[in-house]
Nanobody, 125 residues
Framework: QVQLVESGGGLVQAGGSLRLSCVAS????????MAWFRQAPGKEREFVTT????????YYADSVKGRFTISRDNAKSTVYLQMNSLKPEDTAVYYC??????????????????WGQGTQVTVSS
């Protein structure tokens, strides 16, 4: 499995931006489809976005489409999440995840075999 470490979370005002990073180690990063999930207090973990191994295809939850952008740099074993126009409802712990299932439509949590520890994003109104 691959080990994942997220960073970049913090407190931001509504309308602001944050960029999350997730660095992978342990196995060939380019073998994995990567994704971001999030979990708000009292709610289930939900899918945010995913990117194929070469960055050729991306897929977003409707709630973040047009505001968030996922990207990856295989040379740096890193996946990014650029979050713009943040809203209070984006407040959550954000998790990076890795999957060997190439199909980008496989967005359930069980499709991902490796997870990071999470980074807190708080958006104030």
């Amino acid at each position: 499995q691959v080990q994942l470490v997220e960073s970049g979370g913090g407190l931001v005002q509504a309308g602001g931006s944050l960029r999350l990073s997730c660095v992978a180690s342990g196995r060939t990063f380019s073998s994995y489809r990567m994704a971001w999930f999030r979990q708000a207090p009292g709610k289930e973990r939900e899918f945010v976005t995913t990117i194929t191994w070469n960055g050729g295809r991306t897929y977003y939850a409707d709630s973040v489409k047009g505001r968030f952008t996922i990207s990856r740099d295989n040379a740096k074993s890193t996946v990014y999440l650029q979050m713009n126009s943040l809203k209070p409802e984006d407040t959550a712990v954000y998790y990076c995840a890795a999957s060997l299932i190439a199909v980008p439509s496989a967005v359930v949590a069980s499709a991902f075999s490796s997870w990071g520890q999470g980074t807190q994003v708080t958006v104030s109104s």
